[in-house]
Nanobody, 125 residues
């Protein structure tokens, strides 16, 4: 059974940083793209970033490009989302998701069969 466990959320002031983690089990980690999504209240879930674990290629959506980076620790089956220069509009529940399809960008959430449970990020002004 594939399981994703997201963690690391919290409350931070604008301009601060957080690091989210997504630990996967039940899958061959190298075969997957691990992506981050977020959902703010009354808004649709939106893509944030993806990493192809095999070659560490990464993709970022425009709102976070230059501020967020994603990386992986293959030995621990864990992907990280390093979030810097956080803004109040980054506040949301952050989810990690996995797909065996090699990522060339962040696709629609319906394309990801496996999801973590979400972790809350709150950025105050």
């Amino acid at each position: 059974e594939v399981q994703l466990q997201a963690s690391g959320g919290g409350k931070v002031q604008a301009g601060g940083s957080l690091r989210l983690s997504c630990t996967a089990s039940g899958l061959r980690f190298d075969d997957y793209a691990i992506c981050w999504f977020r959902q703010a209240p009354e808004k649709e879930r939106e893509g944030v970033s993806c990493i192809n674990v095999r070659d560490s290629s990464t993709y970022y959506e425009r709102p976070v490009k230059g501020r967020f980076t994603t990386s992986s620790d293959n030995a621990k089956n864990t992907v990280f989302l390093h979030m810097n220069s956080l803004r109040p509009e980054d506040s949301a529940v952050y989810y990690c998701a996995a797909s065996r399809v090699v990522a060339s960008g962040v696709r629609d959430p319906s394309n990801y069969p496996y999801w973590g449970q979400g972790t809350q990020v709150t950025v105050s002004s």
